[in-house]
């Protein structure tokens, strides 16, 4: 350490500024620190072993941190049984098959870990060719050359920064060679990939899900906003056989920041009450206060006010305000997206691919993502807030990409080498020499580490961004981040972090010598050898951080984040029995974090990999490990969110080739820098001709993946569907009368159970006393509701027409047929008991399934999911509303497919397989709708006004209700009784 200071402490006081240009010019001014680089190797692997022996401890013991996704998952999802011995998990994993992971894990974790091998066996070739070819070139042809290379560093000679003139056609042979590697296994597995997508085309999933065959159409022109409009444009997109099945999106106004506000006033609800209940037998003193927010400080003022009250009271108004605003809401506001649905995937696909370049009238046309994989609030925004939220946000990112510079330049400076940071800061330079071996193994460890903790919180930033700029998906925005994360890492961690010492030290040549003139100055300052130097100088650094990924992989398997985190949380802070829940959830795969990181790895190796060829076995080594690591964890511990169908992959693959550019023009430099500025220019020049083909092949190799690949790998079908195909038409017609476009995809905000506070069973004897005040002032609260289990006491009141939903009743896990448990008295409040504060008793709730299970596909049937001929229909009974089952006109109403249970004073409520309990006083919609909806006009059996109210009303129950999904014909034989024979198509009402 003591080779790196330049100056004593007393000189460097006066000279300060001058030592920090001098260090910003060249944070790598001296030889390798040889402490450093073995404190990263000893930190790195013995940490890391470490980790990966307390993980095969613990594993067997702890299943429910080590293996969450085996708990949780149904048996068509649950992986295969582990072995409880340390190192059984291994066996479990190399043996299972690529096509049974599908149909385990998903399209989207077997593309990721297809990735993952495909990167560790390129560079197990690259290994070789580096290893093989340019360190004996270096170290041979340095040795013959440099005088003092005794006294070089070890690494320092596998180095090019020695050697000149032909000696580089060994790296002009190599930057093709590791071309045609890394484009040869990107062919081989973009073949597997086209496989493997068209097997998921075809699986039975794809096929019977909703999402398979249905648009999303936006910027939709008014002219086109009803259903019939919809229908008219894909029709002028495509023309088809068979119509869709359409629904036009409504106007929700403030719903989802109503609903998003009462979810934060329950949990903060919810934490007050965990927090001043903790103890139950010995409560605090004084009750909790709150500041209110701003929205009802014109009520309660800016003064804290008591929590619980105050937040009760939010609550209540809350819902209040979501059931006026859902009753509002209608089809007359209609917004610029919308559905369409074909009976056929063949025809949705083929219509996709026709509009993927324009749409009709100025429409964007999409395949439609599954429905909770949409960004709802993006979905009605104009093109022109669009574009414009865009450009700023893309200025935003830019501009921070930019301010990211100053830290960077300070950490590759001092963290990398603590003596420049003893140049500026006498004190430390003290120190520094008291305890040179120390400081060498915390700067080792400190530089990377620093990195990668500052680049942690970026992603967060930019998924904010992204949704803020009009992403129709969080797909497609997980793609968009892991594209930005990549540009971001290219441009500050190897431009910025690895050239911009050496650019300052050219800038600062060619000022000094501009007395010679500028072209002079610019000669004489040999930018390109000063560029080459200092590139080799960092590859050292990017050797230690590539040996800490070790660590971070074992830090991933022995889950030591959520380990600690959980520690933290339950014995540093009370959490809520909606905390203790979520901490017992699998997690969801980040894949835009995962893939970033690997991209990262692989330009690194591209890049440094000629400058340092030992980077190479090494990050091969990491990604060797990682495969094992990372097939485990997304078997056992990890749950894709929201499948995608393996659309990642052609970003994966334009940014692979885009590293591999990148990687031929660091050879380009070296080559240019030292082999060509040697004594036989002329000759030697012929080296970097000798290159210009390389991006060439790379562009026509990327234009053959498109064509051959691309359109495949997203569409099932360019041509639309023939009725030659199909010999069974009937089976068209049931499944379109399954589809429920206008359910399935109608906005969240319409439907969505609010979610009820969770208090711990352990406090039940002390809720109602804490609101016996209230009851005494006469104030309203929201314990004071009519009596009804807690998981249906936020189902909307008057859902709108066509877009409402069936729910299964929350059961009682442990009494199958029983609600859950409520404080009596009190049944806003929902108790958990101790022994029921686990994800399992709670996975197939929205709340829970939503942030960590997605559509719920890994715990049982997937709501995206279309019954098929045969399976059993969905009844749902509207209580108390007037309305009964489709009967014929002054029959009674039928009682079909319910049961009643008394609970309290004219309280009913009825529970079906997957029936939605509609609260007391549901409100029909006005008679105008009615009508709006019956074409009254067709020619059937005369019906007289009265008949003609009450079909109407039928049909609208239909629609809300979604009583008619008979599979035998069900609706036609309805219509047939309430209109006579003369015309039974459903067609014919449907609108």
């Not at 610029?336 to 996709?352: K, L, M, N, Q, R």
């Not at 925005?477 to 930005?484: G, I, L, Q």
């Not at 610019?522 to 100088?537: D, E, P, Q």
């Not at 009596?824 to 008991?833: I, K, M, S, Y």
Request: proline letters at 5%.
């Amino acid at each position: 350490m003591s080779a790196y200071i330049r100056q004593s402490p007393r000189d460097s006081g006066s000279d300060s500024t001058d030592q920090f240009l001098n260090l910003i010019a060249d944070p790598f001014q001296a030889e390798v620190q040889t402490n450093s680089i073995y404190a990263a190797i000893v930190y790195a692997f013995a940490v890391s072993g470490a980790l990966f022996l307390l993980f095969c401890i613990l594993r067997p013991r702890n299943s429910r941190v080590y293996a969450p996704r085996a708990k949780h998952a149904d048996e068509k999802h649950a992986p295969r049984p582990l072995d409880r011995k340390p190192l059984g998990w291994i066996a479990a994993i190399r043996d299972v098959k690529e096509q049974e992971l599908v149909e385990k894990i998903g399209l989207d974790a077997v593309v990721f870990l297809r990735f993952l091998r495909m990167l560790r066996n390129i560079f197990l070739v690259l290994s070789i060719f580096g290893c093989g070819i340019l360190i004996p070139v270096n170290v041979v042809g340095g040795s013959a050359f440099y005088e003092q290379w005794d006294d070089i560093a070890t690494l320092m000679k596998f180095t090019p920064q020695y050697i000149f003139g032909p000696k580089f056609w060994a790296f002009v042979i190599c930057s093709y060679l590791f071309q045609g590697t890394v484009c040869g296994f990107l062919w081989w597995n973009y073949r597997a990939v086209y496989r493997l997508k068209r097997a998921y085309f075809e699986s039975a999933d794809y096929k019977s899900s909703l999402h398979s065959r249905t648009l999303l159409l936006t910027h939709i022109p008014k002219s086109s906003r009803t259903d019939a409009g919809i229908a008219e444009l894909v029709e002028m997109a495509k023309p088809t056989q068979t119509l869709p099945r359409t629904a036009i999106g409504r106007n929700v106004k403030d719903l989802p920041k109503l609903i998003e506000a009462h979810d934060e006033s329950v949990r903060e609800l919810e934490a007050v009450l965990a927090k001043y209940l903790g103890n139950p037998e010995r409560l605090p003193e004084k009750r909790p206060m709150c500041k209110t927010q701003k929205d009802d400080r014109s009520t309660y003022g800016k003064r804290k006010v008591d929590a619980i009250d105050y937040l009760t009271d939010r609550i209540a108004r809350l819902e209040v305000q979501i059931k006026e605003v859902r009753e509002s809401v209608d089809k007359r506001n209609a917004t610029p997206y919308g559905f369409a649905s074909y009976p056929h995937i063949e025809d949705a696909h083929s219509v996709a691919y026709a509009s993927r370049k324009k749409g009709p009238k100025g429409c964007d046309v999409y395949l439609a993502p599954k429905p909770h994989d949409l960004l709802w609030q993006n979905l009605p925004m104009s093109r022109a807030t669009r574009r414009a939220r865009m450009f700023w946000d893309g200025l935003w990112m830019v501009l921070f990409t930019a301010a990211y510079i100053v830290p960077n330049i300070l950490t590759s400076v001092f963290l990398s080498d603590f003596s420049h940071l003893g140049l500026v800061w006498p004190s430390f330079q003290a120190n520094l020499q008291a305890h040179p071996t120390g400081w060498g193994i915390a700067q080792g460890i400190l530089a990377p580490a620093v990195q990668t903790l500052i680049y942690m919180g970026i992603p967060v930033l930019f998924r904010r961004l992204y949704t803020h700029s009009g992403d129709v998906s969080k797909t497609s925005r997980e793609r968009h981040v892991t594209a930005r994360l990549y540009a971001f890492f290219v441009f500050n961690n190897l431009v910025v972090f690895s050239v911009f010492g050496s650019a300052w030290r050219f800038v600062a040549s060619v000022i000094a010598a501009q007395d010679q003139g500028v072209w002079d100055a610019i000669r004489s300052a040999h930018v390109f050898s000063k560029v080459m130097t200092g590139l080799c100088n960092m590859s050292t650094f990017w050797l230690t951080w590539q040996m800490q990924k070790n660590l971070s992989a074992a830090t991933d398997l022995a889950q030591a984040w959520p380990l600690v985190w959980s520690y933290i949380q339950r014995k540093l802070f009370t959490p809520t029995p909606r905390q203790l829940i979520e901490l017992s959830a699998p997690q969801p795969f980040m894949y835009a974090e995962y893939y970033n990181s690997y991209l990262q790895v692989a330009v690194v190796g591209l890049t440094f990999g000629t400058l340092q060829p030992i980077i190479l076995p090494i990050t091969a080594f990491y990604l060797g490990i990682e495969c094992w690591f990372k097939k485990y964890m997304v078997q056992y511990v990890l749950i894709t969110k929201t499948e995608s169908g393996g659309r990642f992959w052609r970003l994966l693959v334009n940014r692979m080739l885009f590293s591999v550019a990148l990687g031929n023009a660091v050879i380009a430099l070296v080559v240019g820098a030292q082999g060509v500025g040697s004594i036989n220019s002329v000759r030697n020049g012929n080296m970097l001709y000798a290159m210009i083909p390389l991006p060439l092949l790379l562009l026509a190799f990327k234009w053959y993946c498109k064509r051959a690949f691309d359109d495949k790998l997203i569409y099932y079908s360019t041509t639309p569907f023939s009725d030659a195909e199909d010999a069974a038409a009937g089976d068209a017609k049931k499944t379109k009368r399954n589809d429920r476009v206008a359910v399935r995809f109608g906005h969240p905000a319409l439907y969505k159970k609010l979610i009820t506070p969770m208090v711990h069973a352990k406090s039940q004897h002390l809720l109602k006393e804490l609101y016996t005040h209230r009851a005494s002032l006469g104030d309203r609260n929201i314990f004071e509701a009519p009596h009804r289990r807690s998981t249906d006491r936020a189902m909307p009141t008057n859902t709108p027409y066509f877009y409402s939903d069936v729910f299964l009743s929350e059961m009682d896990a442990a009494e199958p047929g029983k609600a859950v448990p409520v404080a009596q008295d009190l049944p806003g409040v929902e108790l958990v008991a101790e022994e029921d504060l686990d994800f399992e008793n709670f996975k197939r709730r929205a709340e829970f399934r939503e942030e960590f299970g997605g559509d719920g596909e890994l715990y049982g049937r997937a709501e995206d999911v279309v019954s098929r001929p045969g399976t059993p229909s969905t009844f749902a009974t509207l209580n108390n509303s007037g309305l009964g089952t489709p009967r014929k006109v002054g029959e009674e109403a039928s009682t079909r497919a319910s049961s009643t249970t008394k609970r309290g004073s004219d309280e009913r409520e009825h529970e079906y397989e997957e029936g939605m309990a509609y609260e007391p006083g549901y409100q029909r919609t006005p008679l105008r709708d009615h009508f709006e909806e019956v074409d009254v006009s067709i020619p059937a059996t005369p019906l007289d006004a009265e008949e003609v109210l009450q079909a109407g009303r039928a049909v609208r129950q239909d629609s809300h209700g979604r009583l008619l999904q008979d599979e035998d014909g069900g609706e036609d034989e309805y219509f047939a009784r309430t209109f006579g024979n003369e015309d039974t198509s459903y067609d014919r009402f449907r609108r």
